[in-house]
């Protein structure tokens, strides 16, 4: 079984104006499409495990965002921003000719996916959040200091002549990125590392990505804004969170009543808010746990209704 679906996995690459988006495409050519977008500094990878265990009916494209996986990374002096991926999908989408499609995304792929689907309603068919809320809104308070942070970072960065990328050997780059997320297995790890790591002539491994994906993200929404672009969205929306996840990690009470509301905006529109056992990486980690959810809203949402005329 195992071995059909791997042969059936080829590899993506989209022009973009300063290089290339890559990725990797399952299923027929005709099948229903569904768009898979990936969390903060991971890559397409992470739905090597799950997609084995979705609709085989559907076409899945999983895609390496900039600065991420084998994608090319965003020119000198250019931030990483929530809306700058909007449009990458948009460009993605463009190039594969899909007018209308499903997303699944996990984590930042999640508010990515859910932004896209406010700005675009009419393209979006069914939505998947993976440990995701949507949304990721910051009190106004908060906004001038982040903004100024996430600058600072960049300018700083731009200051320095020598190249601060480190080498490892493979050993190394697997303790270093299971320390830096300790929700990955040991087999996620490696499967991150396909298309998370570059071999360097100097005899060595560096780490794919953008340095710059870790600075200080400087566009910020209110709870408010999240809300009214929530309820733009037409897609049947299904929300997984585990239950050691991404939730758990805001623990102050503010953070939780945020959550809490958009959360609820789902509720009160009739989608879907599952809770599952598992942490930040279920998805990757267990995909068994979450692939009945998943397969059951394609089923029913996307597979079982007519193609748009």
């Given at each position: ?13 989209l ?32 739905f ?32 990483y ?36 689907s ?10 998947i959040?993976?440990?995701a ?10 906004i ?46 490696n ?20 340095l ?30 585990a ?67």
């Amino acid at each position: 079984m195992s071995s059909t679906v791997k042969q059936a996995v080829s590899e993506l690459s989209l022009p973009v104006p300063w290089g290339e988006i890559r990725g990797k495409i399952w299923g027929p050519d005709h099948g229903r499409p569904v768009l898979c977008l990936h969390g903060w500094a991971d890559n397409c990878g992470t739905f090597n495990t799950l997609i084995p265990h979705l609709p085989k009916e559907c076409r899945y494209v999983a895609v390496d965002l900039p600065g991420h996986g084998l994608s090319s990374h965003r020119p000198p002096g250019v931030f990483y921003s929530f809306s700058a991926y909007v449009a990458d999908v948009r460009r993605v989408v463009n190039g594969l000719q899909w007018t209308k499609f499903s997303i699944i995304g996990h984590s930042m792929g999640g508010n990515i996916a859910a932004m896209f689907s406010a700005l675009h309603p009419e393209m979006v068919e069914a939505l998947i959040l993976l440990d995701a809320f949507g949304f990721l809104p910051i009190n106004p308070t908060e906004i001038s200091k982040v903004m100024r942070q996430g600058m600072d970072e960049m300018l700083q960065f731009e200051k320095q002549t020598e190249d601060k990328r480190r080498l490892y050997t493979y050993e190394k780059a697997v303790e270093r990125l299971l320390a830096a997320n300790p929700t990955l297995s040991e087999e996620s790890v490696n499967i991150l590392l396909e298309r998370g790591l570059v071999q360097v002539e100097r005899a060595g491994f560096e780490f794919s990505r953008d340095l710059r994906i870790n600075f200080k993200n400087i566009e910020r929404v209110s709870l408010e804004q999240s809300l009214e672009m929530q309820s733009r969205i037409q897609a049947s929306i299904l929300v997984i969170l585990a239950d050691e996840g991404f939730g758990k990690t805001f623990p102050e009470s503010d953070q939780q009543k945020v959550t809490n509301t958009l959360l609820q905006g789902y509720r009160d529109r009739n989608h879907t808010v599952v809770t599952v056992p598992g942490n930040h990486h279920v998805h990757l980690n267990n995909p068994e746990v979450i692939a009945p959810f998943v397969s059951n809203f394609l089923q029913t949402k996307v597979l079982s209704q007519q193609l748009p005329a």
